[in-house]
């Protein structure tokens, strides 16, 4: 079982950064590719940014490339994203979630992939 817990959350002015992280623990290592989603209220979860189990391999929503980097840490079983140029859009709640994967160069963008998913942190982006 993996459990997920997102922080990092919190008010920023635009123009400003973030970084989120997302404490992983359980079974996970280089066989579980991870992601960020995020969901405003009332819409479908988006897809922000995934990268591999081997770490290699990421993923960017074209809302968001250039602004935001997704990383993890193998020693401390955690994922990152680093989100930096801050505007109101990018106001809701973020997601971390993990799947399991046979190959460690594979990931995916689509939230239905995946079956284990953190509480979610809340970004406001305002001035």
């Known amino acids: 079982q993996v459990q997920l817990v997102e922080s990092g959350g919190g008010l920023v002015q635009p123009g400003g950064s973030l970084r989120l992280s997302c404490a992983a623990s359980?079974?996970?290592?280089?066989?579980?590719?991870m992601a960020w989603f995020r969901q405003a209220l009332g819409k479908e979860r988006e897809f922000v940014a995934t990268i591999s189990g081997s770490g290699d391999i990421t993923y960017y929503a074209d809302s968001i490339k250039g602004r935001f980097t997704i990383s993890r840490d193998y020693t401390s079983n955690t994922l990152y994203l680093q989100m930096n140029n801050l505007n109101p859009e990018d106001t809701t709640v973020y997601y971390c979630?993990?799947?399991?994967?046979?190959?460690?160069?594979?990931?995916?963008?689509?939230?239905?992939?995946?079956?284990?998913w953190g509480q979610g942190t809340q970004v406001t982006v305002s001035s």
């Open positions: 359980g079974r996970t290592g280089s066989h579980y590719a």
């Open positions: 979630a993990a799947k399991w994967t046979s190959s460690t160069r594979v990931t995916s963008s689509m939230p239905t992939q995946y079956n284990y």
